[in-house]
T-cell receptor, first 116, second 113 residues
Framework: EAGVAQSPRYKIIEKRQSVAFWCNPI?????LYWYQQILGQGPKLLIQ????????DSQLPKDRFSAERLKGVDSTLKIQPAKLEDSAVYLC??????????????FGPGTRLLVL | GDSVTQMEGPVTLSEEAFLTINCTYT??????LFWYVQYPGEGLQLLLK?????DKGSNKGFEATYRKETTSFHLEKGSVQVSDSAVYFC????????????FGTGTRLLVSP
């Protein structure tokens, strides 16, 4: 089966500009996750969707980050305006459901963002 | 809150050496435990998992046993190859509600011929 798709793979912007990332999860996966992975650190969850509803966005910097998952399939993560500290790899993952502790998350290749 | 602690890297080994990467966790209840691997230039891949105490996850010669008494999930391999060079992440997911994956900081493994 096809994996999680993300685009673009790389993006370079200047601070205060805006940027958007796109994710297409594995077909049939109800749960979608966006993670931020700063160099040298483990991924940190930004937002989790169950179908098209948000179930956890506690670590999303809502003053500059936004995300949506229209129709419960594809998702877009936006940063506006970007800061230098937003330089990271943004990972999208999906799972069949979010049953407690048992569903494997499958990760996309990530989008590497560099803010200058 | 939930957390994962991994040994710092890099871990440098010669081919065919024995590998151990330590991982301990803090969590309430009965979390599921995972090891993910990130090869150079690629995304995270699930390597193995264990969903309850005393379970052993295994894949590609790697093993890890869920030890609730020591809150550990150490990764082991009997004979590493150059192709195993990657960053390894230990992670947990809680057992209630929509629990997110909590990752450790990762351990880089370098295997030389």
């Amino acid at each position: 089966e096809a994996g999680v798709a993300q685009s673009p793979r790389y993006k370079i912007i200047e601070k205060r500009q805006s940027v958007a990332f796109w994710c297409n999860p594995i077909s049939g996966h109800a749960t979608l996750y966006w993670y931020q992975q700063i160099l040298g650190q483990g991924p940190k969850l930004l937002i989790q969707f169950q179908n098209n509803g948000v179930v956890d966005d506690s670590q999303l910097p809502k003053d500059r980050f936004s995300a949506e998952r229209l129709k419960g399939v594809d998702s877009t993560l936006k940063i506006q305006p970007a800061k230098l500290e937003d330089s990271a790899v943004y990972l999208c993952a999906s799972s069949f459901a979010a049953a407690a502790g048992f569903e494997t998350q499958y990760f996309g290749p990530g989008t590497r963002l560099l803010v200058l | 809150g939930d957390s994962v602690t991994q040994m710092e890297g890099p871990v440098t080994l010669s081919e065919e050496a024995f590998l151990t990467i330590n991982c301990t966790y803090t969590a309430t209840g009965y979390p599921s435990l995972f090891w993910y691997v990130q090869y150079p230039g690629e995304g995270l891949q699930l390597l193995l998992k264990a969903t309850k105490a005393d379970d052993k996850g295994s894949n590609k010669g790697f093993e890890a046993t869920y030890r609730k008494e020591t809150t550990s999930f150490h990764l082991e391999k009997g004979s590493v190859q150059v192709s195993d060079s990657a960053v390894y992440f230990c992670a947990l997911r809680g057992d209630t509600g929509f629990q997110k994956l909590v990752f450790g900081t990762g351990t880089r493994l370098l295997v030389s011929p």
